[in-house]
């Protein structure tokens, strides 16, 4: 399964970035889904490849592809699925899987760009209503 995302960074800030393992937390736990410790071992790079893999579970990699002041990075996990997060949810390993590589990506992003909405834990100033085609008039009404 692989999936990706553009960010604002270039590819050399992203890779090291995810090479560095107390960056981990950031992203792993939206791809392992369970309690267990973070692991110590096992993540291996190239940066002049822009490859980043990693051996434990869920084994994946991360390419990195440099476009100048962009960067898209795509997440490949070789699992064919996960535990879904929440039991109760009518979630197939395959979509728990498809959703915590989405989380990983915009959890990257987020920490990278330095914006809000994809780590719960980071918190970020609200974006000013102009990036979003509104004008700035503070508390008007309708």
Known sequence: MEQQITIAR????????????RNLQ???PQLR?????MPREGL????????????????GEWHIEDHGKLTVLR???TARGARPNDPTERETPAQALEHGMEAALQSVKSHLEGAGGG????RMPDADHRVY?????PDQDP
């Open 10 to 21: 270039p590819a050399a800030a992203v890779f090291a970035y995810l090479a560095e393992p």
């Open 26 to 28: 950031a992203w792993l």
């Open 33 to 37: 889904r369970d309690e267990t410790p």
């Open 44 to 59: 291996e790079g190239d940066a002049a490849q822009g490859r980043l893999h990693w051996s434990f579970e869920p084994a």
């Open 75 to 77: 997440l490949a996990i």
């Open 119 to 122: 780590d719960p834990d980071l």
């Open 133 to 137: 085609g509104h004008k700035a008039v």
